[in-house]
């Protein structure tokens, strides 16, 4: 099965709203040419959704959203519901990226009824997992990566474990410019294919798409995204100028 590649730009808390809108329109005219073979998606902070949706109009370009609380509405203050997110036109959403565990203190059980509501609401979850370094140096790093999926995809169906996109997003290699070998990051990808084959069948295990995150750009790119198991990225710091973006994308 040829599984299609995704790109996604994950722009953290960076931007404000002329900025935004000027940069959604570059990525959309500069990754024009690869729209046919690669799924393109930006992802601003909340309040910006609304305006780069606009701004993006009909083009290839998809956006997503950084976060969302599991519930439908209710007495949480500061926080997002998933049908806030769609009816903007939000069709993506980063479910435990590192910074959302680490520093907001966001578990694997939440973090997978994130998961579970993005799909109720219609949302496509970016589920992040990864490792620290002294994890990694513990030799942890498969059974820390396989807990946090289990935790995360625990109750979907096999449809929706389909539609599920993985990232692998080693936190020692976030926006530190140490990026992943290609051979650490197509190891651990090809570990949580097993993991998802196990759990949903071979067909299933080989649907879902799973991207690395880590210091991703132009000079990298290619060779990471040229492993067996490795479908896209999720870019962050990269993703912030429109070129380099895009010359991630046409890798
Ligand atoms: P980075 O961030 O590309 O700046 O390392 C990746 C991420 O946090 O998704």
Redesign the pocket.
Known sequence: MTRRRIIAG?W?MNTDRDEAVALAKAVADATAAFAADVDVVVIPPATLIAPVVDALGDSHVAVGAQNMHPEVRGAYTGELAGPMLTSVGCGYV?CG???RRQLFGETSEFVGAKVAAAHRFGLIPIL?VGETLEEREAGQTEAIVADQLKRGIDGLSKEQLAETIV?Y?PVW?????RTATPEQAQAVHAHLRGILKQRAGAEVAEAVRIQY?????PSNAAELLGAPDIDGA??????LKAETFASIVGA
């Open positions: 994950n953290k980063v990226h590192s910074e992040c990232a997003e290699a976030i926006g530190t410019g995150g880590g210091s991703v750009n999720l870019v962050g710091g990269a993703s």
